[in-house]
């Protein structure tokens, strides 16, 4: 898998999570869905994502996640 693949599989984790959190725990965690989508804007003008650094690091390939194959 590569590292476009799995940010796009961690994001949408990280989305159901906190829609989770809000609805069973508590409406605060709406802020972490905030969080998550302020950093897929940001990351999608500067091309900087703290948790691509964290995968690459583990040694996660990158790849083109729209190349059709």
């Known amino acids: 898998m590569s590292l476009d693949r799995i940010m796009f599989a961690f994001a949408g984790a990280m989305v159901l999570i906190s ?3 809000t609805q069973f725990v ?3 965690f709406m802020w972490f869905t905030v969080f998550i989508g302020a950093n897929l804007l940001q990351s ?3 091309g900087f994502c703290p948790a691509a650094k964290i995968f690459a690091a583990l040694g996660f ?3 083109c996640a729209f190349e059709g194959k």
């Open 19 to 21: 829609v989770l959190l």
């Open 26 to 28: 508590s409406p605060y």
């Open 44 to 46: 999608a003008f500067t």
């Open 61 to 63: 390939k990158t790849g």
